[in-house]
């Protein structure tokens, strides 16, 4: 169930709260000691008490107890397993536990981004420790392949796995809305990523990477739509039950007669009079907004310094925490694209401004010019820029935040649209208080030119907070255009039925006079009371939810695919099929557990 903020504070969680029923479902029982559920087949921990993580552990290690079907039949095997009778448990031969354990391997592998190549090392690894430790267990070793070829092969057999799994549920899905992301890849060959987001009959939400779209293929914008809706058939989805498009603000996804988003809006046809809702905001927010505030070509030139610092004052104590930081983001090896894309961080350019006094004495040191620090409008430019990546930094993290639904998403985008219009008139007013980084140059800079009756130009950074709101009002207006069905799925019984659509209006004033269900609506989470509504005695509203909940409110599922992209950038810039890479960023990206005693017998009969 969907985890989203409280109403009222209560005095259980019951979204964390071990259920009884869950012991014969699942085959788990509530810990002595802590939290979670523990297993009663293999005697693990199930840390998380939500029941999709519970069953999502029962699918992927213990299915084959599902052909116990009937009550009795499961009570008597529950008593069994408490027991300890594992007589009734699928005994793996030790050819399938070696299948197992290879297969897992090559999951581990593919998580940390580690090259094809590196199974037999791993191998080689395990059989030297064994030799020492456990001499007498090195045999086990024999039936454990990890050569190239065959690593390869089942990153291939995980990921059909995965989409196997996603296909099955997306029959299922009431709505669902798709991501499209063409900035992931912006250092390599470019591609497109398209993620999927849908709602289930209980309002049980699944995020996962759809597919990967090849751009140098399908360079036209009629090219990318067949792909993308060959993408949907295979999945078994119609463009009826679409209900968002979240982008990137480029225009190859947004332009106004040729845009990808255009042409989608044209084929899909919702019920109920929803026209396709898109939102091109949350994708890369922090990167892409950077361009229009860098009035200055900031990043450039420090882009340059760094590389500097990273060939020529590796070894200086002062640059430590710059370069750890470098190499966490995306390793020792780095591209000039990765490189710039990261400068344009919020996080990263104040530890740069933190830095510029040591950085202005190492130019100096290695004969570098150092001119723009003796730039004013430079200097100004480079301290307006660190304060307002910084405030873009925060609204990013924040839309990084899941399973909050698009409505607390949209709250928080209206929360910092105020903030910018707080900055104009601040800056209107030349009061500095909301700019610190600024305000430190702007006070250097009077001590330095004490007859200098002008610092800065305001005007010339209320132009750039203007263009700033301007993009986030188109970005997000389409969101603007449902705010009241926003407010009816997230407040339903507070909101007012003369302000609601007439279609909605009965069914609305039903609810709010049903004194159970605003019981109900008081102890549970959003995701939790619109699972348990009737969908025939409210249907519109029950509509109304599943089209909110399939609304992607955050970029997280993106986010990490670009993570996993910077981490591991020497890896995947080797050679690769589209077929690899997919699988690679499935894996990565996906909250599901590959199904391990399919993918074993998969191996044995082949």
């Not at 094809?116 to 791993?122: I, N, Q, R, S, Y």
């Not at 350019?349 to 004013?376: M, N, P, W, Y």
């Not at 800065?456 to 009241?484: G, N």
Request: aromatic share 10%; charged share 25%; hydrophobic share 40%.
């Amino acid at each position: 169930m969907w985890m989203t903020p409280k109403r009222i504070r209560m005095e259980v969680d019951e979204a964390l709260v071990f259920r009884p029923e869950w012991t014969q479902r699942y085959l788990v029982v509530e810990p002595a000691e802590g939290d979670g559920a523990l297993c009663l087949v293999c005697r693990r921990l199930v840390a998380s008490t939500r029941e999709r993580d519970v069953r999502r552990h029962y699918e992927a290690e213990h299915e084959f107890y599902e052909r116990f079907v009937g009550d009795e039949e499961r009570a008597a095997l529950v008593e069994r397993l408490r027991q300890g009778d594992m007589s009734l448990a699928a005994v793996l031969t030790p050819e399938e536990r070696a299948t197992r354990a290879g297969l897992g391997l090559c999951r581990f592998l593919a998580l940390k981004g580690r090259g094809w190549g590196e199974g037999d090392f791993v191998h080689q690894c395990m059989e030297v420790l064994l030799r020492e430790v456990l001499p007498d267990h090195v045999g086990v070793l024999e039936g454990i392949d990890l050569s190239p070829e065959i690593t390869q092969q089942r990153i291939l057999s995980i990921d059909s796995n995965l989409r196997s799994q996603l296909f099955n549920r997306a029959r299922d899905f009431k709505a669902y809305s798709l991501a499209l992301d063409d900035q992931a890849f912006v250092a390599y060959e470019n591609y497109l990523l398209v993620f999927i987001r849908g709602v289930g009959r209980d309002l049980e939400v699944q995020e996962d990477l759809l597919t990967i779209i090849n751009l140098t293929h399908h360079f036209s914008v009629g090219a990318l739509m067949s792909a993308i809706l060959e993408a949907l058939q295979t999945a078994g989805l119609s463009l009826q039950r679409m209900v968002g498009l979240t982008t990137t603000h480029t225009l190859r996804m947004i332009g106004e007669n040729s845009g990808l988003v255009s042409y989608m809006r044209e084929k899909a046809v919702s019920p109920n009079c929803w026209n396709v809702i898109h939102y091109s905001g949350f994708l890369h927010l922090e990167l892409l907004s950077s361009y229009d505030v860098d009035i200055n070509q900031i990043v450039n030139t420090i882009s340059e310094w760094v590389v500097m610092i990273k060939t020529r004052g590796v070894r200086r104590p002062e640059f430590q925490p710059l370069l750890t930081e470098s190499e966490s983001e995306h390793g020792e090896r780095v591209n000039g694209r990765c490189l710039n894309n990261w400068l344009r961080r919020g996080k990263t350019l104040k530890l740069i401004f933190s830095l510029r006094k040591e950085i202005e004495a190492f130019l100096v040191s290695v004969g570098a010019t150092t001119v723009h620090f003796s730039d004013k409008q430079w200097l100004c430019d480079f301290g307006f820029l660190v304060d307002i990546m910084d405030y873009l930094r925060e609204i990013s993290e924040e839309l990084q935040i899941s399973k909050v639904f698009a409505a607390a998403a949209f709250e928080r985008i209206c929360t910092f649209e105020s903030k910018l219009s707080s900055l104009q008139r601040h800056m209107e007013e030349v009061n500095l208080t909301d700019f610190p980084a600024f305000s430190i140059i702007v006070d250097e800079l009077k001590q330095q030119f004490k007859e200098d009756q002008k610092i800065f130009d305001p005007d010339r950074y209320q132009m750039v907070i203007s263009r700033l709101q301007k993009d986030f009002e188109r970005h997000f207006k389409d969101l603007r255009f449902i705010k009241k069905d926003l407010e009816l799925f997230s407040n339903p019984f507070s909101f007012k039925p003369e302000y609601a659509p007439i279609s909605v209006r009965v069914e609305l004033t039903k609810l709010q006079a049903n004194t159970d269900l605003w019981n109900e609506y008081r102890v549970k989470d959003l995701g939790q009371f619109y699972a348990g509504l009737s969908g025939e005695a409210y249907p519109i509203i029950k509509g109304v939810a599943y089209k909110v909940a399939s609304l992607f409110d955050s970029n997280q599922i993106c986010d990490k695919a670009f993570a996993y992209l910077t981490r591991n950038q020497h890896t995947l810039s080797q050679p690769l099929t589209d077929e690899h890479l997919q699988a690679l960023f499935r894996v990565a990206t996906t909250e599901m557990d590959p199904r391990w005693d399919d993918l074993v017998r998969e191996r044995n009969d082949s």
